[in-house]
Protein backbone atom coordinates (compact mmCIF):
# COMPACT_ATOMS: atom_id res chain seq x y z
CA UNK A 1 0.00 0.00 0.00
CA UNK A 2 0.78 3.66 0.47
CA UNK A 3 1.73 3.83 -3.89
CA UNK A 4 2.35 7.14 -4.76
CA UNK A 5 2.75 7.97 -9.09
CA UNK A 6 4.18 11.20 -10.74
CA UNK A 7 3.60 11.95 -14.35
CA UNK A 8 5.45 13.09 -16.56
CA UNK A 9 8.49 10.82 -15.26
CA UNK A 10 11.14 12.94 -17.37
CA UNK A 11 10.29 16.08 -19.13
CA UNK A 12 12.41 18.16 -21.74
CA UNK A 13 11.28 21.78 -22.08
CA UNK A 14 12.21 24.92 -23.27
CA UNK A 15 13.24 28.10 -21.82
CA UNK A 16 10.46 30.23 -21.11
CA UNK A 17 7.43 27.65 -20.90
CA UNK A 18 5.57 25.95 -18.61
CA UNK A 19 6.16 22.69 -17.19
CA UNK A 20 3.05 20.77 -15.31
CA UNK A 21 4.06 17.91 -12.87
CA UNK A 22 1.33 15.38 -11.05
CA UNK A 23 1.39 13.98 -8.43
CA UNK A 24 -1.04 10.88 -7.51
CA UNK A 25 -1.33 8.87 -4.79
CA UNK A 26 -2.79 5.77 -5.50
CA UNK A 27 -4.60 3.49 -2.63
CA UNK A 28 -4.92 5.75 -0.07
CA UNK A 29 -6.20 9.33 0.47
CA UNK A 30 -3.36 12.53 1.21
CA UNK A 31 -4.69 15.26 2.76
CA UNK A 32 -1.17 16.98 2.82
CA UNK A 33 1.50 16.18 -0.27
CA UNK A 34 4.98 17.22 0.09
CA UNK A 35 7.01 19.01 -3.11
CA UNK A 36 10.50 18.85 -3.21
CA UNK A 37 13.57 19.23 -5.21
CA UNK A 38 16.81 17.17 -5.07
CA UNK A 39 20.02 18.50 -6.95
CA UNK A 40 22.78 15.90 -7.67
CA UNK A 41 24.42 13.88 -4.88
CA UNK A 42 22.20 16.00 -2.59
CA UNK A 43 19.41 15.59 0.12
CA UNK A 44 16.04 16.68 -0.29
CA UNK A 45 15.11 20.32 -0.04
CA UNK A 46 11.39 21.10 0.79
CA UNK A 47 9.92 23.42 -1.48
CA UNK A 48 6.27 23.34 0.20
CA UNK A 49 3.53 21.99 1.91
CA UNK A 50 0.30 21.22 0.08
CA UNK A 51 -2.77 20.50 1.85
CA UNK A 52 -6.06 19.54 -0.29
CA UNK A 53 -8.72 22.25 -0.59
CA UNK A 54 -6.32 24.93 0.06
CA UNK A 55 -3.38 27.13 -0.58
CA UNK A 56 -0.04 25.83 -0.52
CA UNK A 57 3.13 26.89 2.25
CA UNK A 58 6.11 27.69 0.44
CA UNK A 59 9.20 26.93 2.46
CA UNK A 60 11.19 30.25 2.93
CA UNK A 61 13.10 31.37 -0.38
CA UNK A 62 10.93 29.46 -2.88
CA UNK A 63 8.90 31.35 -5.15
CA UNK A 64 5.39 30.97 -4.78
CA UNK A 65 4.35 32.46 -8.46
CA UNK A 66 7.17 30.27 -10.30
CA UNK A 67 6.15 27.32 -8.60
CA UNK A 68 2.44 26.93 -8.93
CA UNK A 69 0.90 24.00 -6.53
CA UNK A 70 -2.79 23.06 -6.67
CA UNK A 71 -4.36 20.09 -4.47
CA UNK A 72 -7.73 20.45 -5.85
CA UNK A 73 -8.37 16.29 -4.51
CA UNK A 74 -7.59 13.98 -2.01
CA UNK A 75 -5.20 12.05 -4.22
CA UNK A 76 -4.13 14.65 -6.50
CA UNK A 77 -1.47 17.74 -5.93
CA UNK A 78 -0.08 19.39 -9.26
CA UNK A 79 3.49 21.46 -9.31
CA UNK A 80 3.35 23.85 -12.66
CA UNK A 81 7.09 25.63 -12.84
CA UNK A 82 6.00 28.23 -14.92
CA UNK A 83 8.66 30.47 -17.36
CA UNK A 84 10.66 27.59 -16.87
CA UNK A 85 14.86 28.56 -16.73
CA UNK A 86 17.74 26.41 -17.24
CA UNK A 87 18.15 26.44 -13.43
CA UNK A 88 14.78 25.30 -12.39
CA UNK A 89 16.05 21.84 -14.23
CA UNK A 90 16.21 19.55 -11.40
CA UNK A 91 14.70 16.27 -9.97
CA UNK A 92 11.16 17.05 -7.78
CA UNK A 93 9.48 14.63 -6.02
CA UNK A 94 6.18 14.68 -4.51
CA UNK A 95 5.15 12.78 -0.78
CA UNK A 96 2.00 12.51 0.22
CA UNK A 97 0.82 11.61 4.00
CA UNK A 98 -2.27 9.27 4.57
CA UNK A 99 -5.68 10.99 6.42
CA UNK A 100 -5.06 8.24 8.95
CA UNK A 101 -2.39 5.69 10.46
CA UNK A 102 1.02 6.27 10.06
CA UNK A 103 1.69 9.84 9.59
CA UNK A 104 4.79 9.14 7.50
CA UNK A 105 4.90 10.69 4.29
CA UNK A 106 5.62 8.34 1.18
CA UNK A 107 7.34 9.53 -1.78
CA UNK A 108 6.87 9.17 -5.55
CA UNK A 109 9.44 8.25 -7.65
CA UNK A 110 10.23 11.75 -8.77
CA UNK A 111 10.06 13.93 -11.99
CA UNK A 112 13.36 14.93 -14.19
CA UNK A 113 12.67 18.53 -15.38
CA UNK A 114 15.39 19.33 -17.88
CA UNK A 115 15.06 23.22 -19.28
CA UNK A 116 16.89 24.11 -22.36
CA UNK B 1 17.13 25.61 12.12
CA UNK B 2 18.24 21.98 12.79
CA UNK B 3 21.27 20.26 11.58
CA UNK B 4 22.02 16.50 10.65
CA UNK B 5 25.39 15.30 10.23
CA UNK B 6 25.29 11.81 7.93
CA UNK B 7 28.21 9.60 7.84
CA UNK B 8 30.09 8.03 5.89
CA UNK B 9 29.45 10.26 2.89
CA UNK B 10 30.30 6.87 0.77
CA UNK B 11 30.98 3.18 1.22
CA UNK B 12 32.49 0.98 -1.25
CA UNK B 13 32.58 -2.54 0.74
CA UNK B 14 32.21 -6.32 -0.82
CA UNK B 15 29.52 -8.39 -1.57
CA UNK B 16 28.34 -10.35 2.18
CA UNK B 17 30.09 -7.42 4.35
CA UNK B 18 27.75 -5.74 7.20
CA UNK B 19 27.40 -1.75 6.59
CA UNK B 20 27.32 1.22 9.26
CA UNK B 21 25.82 4.56 8.96
CA UNK B 22 24.67 7.08 11.41
CA UNK B 23 23.30 10.45 12.05
CA UNK B 24 23.82 13.10 14.59
CA UNK B 25 21.55 16.37 15.16
CA UNK B 26 23.00 19.07 17.38
CA UNK B 27 19.49 19.02 18.98
CA UNK B 28 16.73 16.81 19.95
CA UNK B 29 14.24 14.59 17.50
CA UNK B 30 11.25 12.72 18.30
CA UNK B 31 11.28 10.31 15.41
CA UNK B 32 13.92 9.00 13.46
CA UNK B 33 13.16 7.60 9.78
CA UNK B 34 15.77 5.89 7.06
CA UNK B 35 15.36 6.09 4.17
CA UNK B 36 16.79 4.25 1.10
CA UNK B 37 16.70 5.86 -3.01
CA UNK B 38 17.67 3.91 -6.14
CA UNK B 39 18.98 6.19 -9.12
CA UNK B 40 16.31 7.89 -10.64
CA UNK B 41 13.74 7.20 -8.03
CA UNK B 42 12.37 8.65 -4.83
CA UNK B 43 13.15 7.66 -1.33
CA UNK B 44 11.46 4.57 0.16
CA UNK B 45 10.60 4.64 3.78
CA UNK B 46 12.94 1.65 5.30
CA UNK B 47 12.93 1.90 9.07
CA UNK B 48 10.96 4.41 11.37
CA UNK B 49 11.22 4.60 14.92
CA UNK B 50 9.45 6.97 17.21
CA UNK B 51 11.13 6.03 20.88
CA UNK B 52 14.37 6.57 22.63
CA UNK B 53 16.71 3.65 22.52
CA UNK B 54 14.43 1.74 20.32
CA UNK B 55 16.01 -0.57 18.03
CA UNK B 56 14.22 -2.20 15.02
CA UNK B 57 14.60 -4.76 12.55
CA UNK B 58 13.34 -5.17 8.45
CA UNK B 59 14.67 -8.15 7.34
CA UNK B 60 18.82 -7.45 7.35
CA UNK B 61 18.29 -4.05 8.37
CA UNK B 62 18.69 -3.04 11.72
CA UNK B 63 18.22 0.67 12.67
CA UNK B 64 18.49 2.13 16.40
CA UNK B 65 17.06 5.46 17.59
CA UNK B 66 19.99 6.91 20.44
CA UNK B 67 18.95 7.21 24.16
CA UNK B 68 20.07 10.97 23.55
CA UNK B 69 17.71 11.76 20.86
CA UNK B 70 20.07 13.03 19.15
CA UNK B 71 21.44 10.33 16.71
CA UNK B 72 20.43 6.72 14.95
CA UNK B 73 22.38 4.61 13.33
CA UNK B 74 21.63 1.92 10.41
CA UNK B 75 22.99 -1.58 10.28
CA UNK B 76 22.93 -3.93 7.11
CA UNK B 77 23.93 -7.36 7.83
CA UNK B 78 25.56 -9.35 4.64
CA UNK B 79 25.19 -7.15 1.66
CA UNK B 80 23.85 -7.84 -1.33
CA UNK B 81 24.14 -5.92 -4.32
CA UNK B 82 20.87 -4.65 -4.51
CA UNK B 83 21.52 -2.77 -1.36
CA UNK B 84 23.38 -0.42 -3.64
CA UNK B 85 21.96 2.93 -3.59
CA UNK B 86 21.78 6.13 -1.48
CA UNK B 87 20.49 5.99 2.19
CA UNK B 88 19.38 8.97 3.73
CA UNK B 89 18.36 9.45 7.79
CA UNK B 90 15.55 11.95 8.66
CA UNK B 91 14.83 13.85 11.68
CA UNK B 92 11.81 15.62 13.05
CA UNK B 93 10.71 16.83 16.12
CA UNK B 94 6.77 16.94 15.83
CA UNK B 95 4.04 14.53 13.79
CA UNK B 96 4.13 17.13 10.67
CA UNK B 97 6.40 14.85 8.04
CA UNK B 98 6.84 17.35 5.78
CA UNK B 99 8.97 19.02 8.91
CA UNK B 100 11.51 16.28 8.69
CA UNK B 101 15.41 17.17 8.22
CA UNK B 102 16.64 15.06 6.10
CA UNK B 103 20.87 14.20 6.27
CA UNK B 104 23.36 14.10 3.20
CA UNK B 105 22.78 11.04 2.52
CA UNK B 106 25.34 8.04 2.60
CA UNK B 107 26.56 6.40 -1.20
CA UNK B 108 26.45 2.40 -0.96
CA UNK B 109 28.43 0.88 -3.62
CA UNK B 110 28.74 -3.42 -3.25
CA UNK B 111 30.91 -5.32 -5.24
CA UNK B 112 30.09 -8.33 -6.09
Known amino acids: GAVVSQHPSRVICKSGTSVKIECRSL??????MFWYRQFPKKSLMLMAT?????????EQGVEKDKFLINHASLTLSTLTVTSAHPEDSSFYIC????????????FGPGTRLTVT | GQQLNQSPQSMFIQEGEDVSMNCTSS?????WLWYKQDPGEGPVLLIA?????ELTSNGRLTAQFGITRKDSFLNISASIPSDVGIYFC????????????FGDGTTLTVKP
Open chain 1, 95 to 106: SGTETSGSYEQY
Open chain 1, 27 to 32: DFQATT
Open chain 1, 50 to 58: SNEGSKATY
Open chain 2, 27 to 31: SIFNT
Open chain 2, 49 to 53: LYKAG
Open chain 2, 90 to 101: AGRLGTNAGKST
